[in-house]
Nanobody
Framework: QVQLVESGGGLVQPGGSLRLSCAAS????????MGWYRQAPGKQRELVVG???????NYADSVKGRFTISSGSAKTTVYLQMNSLKPEDTAVYYC???????????????WGQGTQVTVSS
C-alpha cells in the first residue's frame, strides 16, 4: 500500500502565498518523479509542476516564476510554494508520485486525495 498525504491548502487573497506539502509513505522501493496537478471546476486535471528523482523540474507556463517545487531530504516529500496567487489558480491540487513498490515492478502513478486552494478577495 502506498499513501500520498497532502496538506496546506486553504483560502488566500489574490497576491498571497500558500505552501502545499505532500508526503509519500508505505511500500515504496523507489520514486521516479513526484509532482502537483490541479483541477478547476469544469476543467480537466492539468500538470502544475513535476520533479524527477534527479531534481529536474517541469513547470506549466501559467505558474513559472510564481510557484516553486522542492523535495525533502528523503525524496519522499515534496513541497509547492505558491506565490503571487491569482483567482485562476483556484482548484483542487493533487499530489502525484510515479514509483515502484518492488525492484521488478512496473512504475505506476499514485495520487493523493487532493487539497482545495481558493484564491479570492
Amino acid at each position: 500500500q502506498v499513501q500520498l498525504v497532502e496538506s496546506g491548502g486553504g483560502l488566500v487573497q489574490p497576491g498571497g502565498s500558500l505552501r502545499l506539502s505532500c508526503a509519500a509513505s508505505g511500500n515504496i522501493f523507489s520514486i521516479n518523479a513526484m509532482g502537483w496537478y490541479r483541477q478547476a471546476p469544469g476543467k480537466q486535471r492539468e500538470l502544475v509542476v513535476g520533479i524527477t528523482s534527479g531534481g529536474d523540474t517541469n513547470y506549466a507556463d501559467s505558474v513559472k516564476g510564481r510557484f516553486t517545487i522542492s523535495s525533502g531530504s528523503a525524496k519522499t516529500t515534496v513541497y509547492l510554494q505558491m506565490n503571487s496567487l491569482k483567482p485562476e489558480d483556484t482548484a483542487v491540487y493533487y499530489c502525484n508520485a510515479n514509483l515502484r513498490t518492488r525492484w521488478n515492478a512496473v512504475p505506476r502513478d499514485y495520487w493523493g486525495q487532493g487539497t482545495q486552494v481558493t484564491v479570492s478577495s
